[in-house]
């Protein structure tokens, strides 16, 4: 494929949650940036209180003290204490801080009952973070973590990569969209609207064909407006596909090269086409929402992150018992729909088996998602699997 | 706590992904909408195919042909068959439909080897879902499926549950904004940013009133602007929290009735103070970075959740074993930041032990968080133990 185009971009801090780190990101800053006080209490030089104990305190004079924001502009030395806080900035000449509980003033005398060793109670320049250390990740999904990180290393903006731009049409005549007036045998288009939703949560930028007629010429005009503009291009058949299969057809003729690939080992999935046109995968998706759905999955999600250049995975996983055997067809890579349930504190995982219409209601009824492996035959009643979630689940307890 | 305002609003659908649904959706549409094949062939009447078979075919007339898409024209009858594709309404007067497999037409002649029952082939109606049905429940937090469910019911806007604005404020003399030039000892916010994108993550909409100056006159304005113009108040000390507190006499001074609380029982976070002023819940959230994370965690996300009224756990979490002994201090819920690595195909947690200066990298060392509740005084090495994802894990296998 071509990647000839600036794929990164730089945007305002407070405005990167959640997107994907450009190229790993050094401080150029220490952390801390000078030498701080740890504790609240008096910056000395530590040989000055060897030998101190509540019953022969070591007594050094206050000279000063140093507020939390300033630059000291006291300096300490022998027998010299200067107030410090937690955080100020410790003075020049000082090597040590001596917490405020093993103090005790009168008038401007210290009484100190405790020893410190050189740099006890001092949080060093670059402790925490040295300057030109990578401290972000290329590749990373922004956290809020991340996010207080960039802003304590001075960072107003971040450069990340940009979310890919990804078309998506539906074909098919009895298609309409949510908010025009049913009539005829005219139905709702699912799958755009739900691989748009897919593609946001990819960390991709939808750009909406709308729907197409089942004709080969308005369907090879859309296609190649989509192919020019996008970085990936989805086309869905309509819920129902009947004997107007053009789309294969005009991928083929535009290909140039007749090497679509058309039917994958996924069940359910299986009508998938996959083929590059201009540098630009095109994926036509399934019209069975089921299958679009998990068409999406394997094809394209995988390719969003590639564009994206992260490896992170968004798929949270538990481990559940099988509630019944599933078989597999061997060859096929299978995705079974399970809704999972808690039975005496274990999870529960019951495969739903949706019949031709079901639709809609295999769709909510699911909420996470079984996959068997080519390899294997099924999975037993009983066993333990690991399922992806497709929905945060219930907060079971605390925290 | 007062919520007398209007807390739901309707928003376009494909703006709707991550938002939470207002209030139970009934679909106001049987799908399908009408009687449909659900297989190619041909509309029947099914006991005009009884005893049918390869030797014996029944001969039916093809009297017509339903196009997808469209209402049937034409209706069916006694030795009548119409041709019809996989989603296409079925004609009137005709109860099944006989796949194409096991036809042959000749001339108008259809030859049907196999019998079908009655509505054999056929979605009927309502089959996938029901009108008055509830489809996507008030609560949940919408996922693509869920936006593609609502398409499918023809749904063009969603009503969802507003967005709570939560105030967030920083306190400190030494706080200086990203973007801002480093001079004196000032120091990066960290806690504002941090809490700000947690906010979004929750679902919530931040409204950042700045940093403000360690003084009571100053913080008392923008506390009651936040509480005269948010839902909720977050204010955060700054990293270095030294003998400046003034916010909790601010806010035992705005609630009048001296009700703050200040201290809980959390590890870090035990300096977070709690109080409702004008109905509004304000959190003071403690200054170390690591002690604020913690504290939004614990008090915050519960209270975005219940103006949200939702119960979604946003929290992932996976099983993994303790690689060493952590204590803990009786009647203290504590938080342990730990780092997850794979083991001979286990999740071992490593607790990640951070001094008081290891602020920024124990943020992006930790990918995890291991509660441990009051009542326990610890969890031993070798432990099963179920820890909290703060970031995605890297995909481990195909999928």
Redesign the interface.
């Known amino acids: 494929m071509k990647h000839s185009k600036v794929r990164k971009e730089t945007i305002l ?2 405005e990167s ?2 997107r994907i780190i450009a190229s790993d990101i050094v401080s150029n ?1 220490n ?4 030498n ?1 006080a ?1 504790m ?1 209490g008096y910056a000395v030089i530590a040989e000055d209180t060897f030998g101190s104990s509540e019953n022969n305190p070591v007594i050094l004079e206050v000279v000063g003290k140093v ?5 000291p502009s006291i300096i300490g030395g022998p027998r010299k204490a200067i107030g410090v ?5 410790i003075p020049k000449g000082t090597d040590a801080v001596v917490m405020i509980e093993y103090t005790k003033v009168e008038k401007n005398n210290l009484h100190i009952v405790k020893p410190v060793v050189p740099w006890q109670n001092v ?1 060093k320049i670059g ?3 040295n300057k030109r250390q990578v ?2 990740k290329k590749g ?18 971040v450069t990340v990569m940009k979310k890919p731009r990804v078309a998506a049409i539906s074909t ?4 309409i ?3 025009e007036i ?1 009539k ?15 593609i ?2 990819m960390g991709g930028e939808p750009y ?1 064909l709308g729907i197409v007629k089942d004709n080969y010429v308005d369907i090879e005009k859309r296609l190649k407006k989509a192919i020019a503009k996008a970085d990936i291009v989805t086309i869905s058949a ?7 299969d053009i789309v294969p057809s005009v991928l083929d003729s535009l290909s140039g090269k007749n090497d679509l690939i058309h039917g994958v080992s996924l069940r359910p999935g299986y009508p998938t086409g996959l083929v590059v046109i201009d540098g630009k995968p095109i994926i036509s998706l399934p019209g069975y ?1 089921v299958s679009n ?1 998990v068409a999406f ?2 094809f394209l999600r995988p390719l969003i992150s590639y564009l994206l250049e992260t ?6 996983s538990v ?1 559940a018992k099988l509630s019944r055997r599933v078989a597999n067809i061997g060859g096929l ?1 299978t995705f079974v729909r399970v809704r999972l349930f808690i039975d005496q504190d274990k999870w529960i995982a019951e495969p739903i088996m949706a019949s ?6 295999s ?2 009824g699911a909420n996470a998602l079984l ?1 068997i ?1 080519e390899d294997k035959e099924g999975i037993d009643e009983g066993d333990e699997v690991e399922v ?9 307890k ?2």
């Not at 309509?238 to 107007?244: A, Y």
């Not at 992806?388 to 079971?396: S, T």
């Open positions: 801090l407070k949650l959640d800053v952390i801390p940036n000078s701080r740890a609240d507020r939390i924001g300033e630059i806080a937690t955080g100020s900035n949080s402790e925490d973070v401290v972000v990373i999904r922004t956290t809020p973590q991340d996010i207080g990180i960039l802003a304590a290393l001075g960072y107003k903006k098919g005549d009895e298609l969209d949510p908010g049913q005829d045998a005219k139905i709702y288009d699912i799958n755009r609207h739900m691989t748009m939703a897919s946001i949560k909406d309509g819920t129902s596909v009947g004997e107007k929402p759905a999955r394997v490896e992170e995975n968004i798929d949270y481990k890579r031709g219409a079901g639709v809609i209601s769709l909510t996959i492996p992806i979630l497709l929905r945060p689940l219930k907060a079971r605390n925290g």
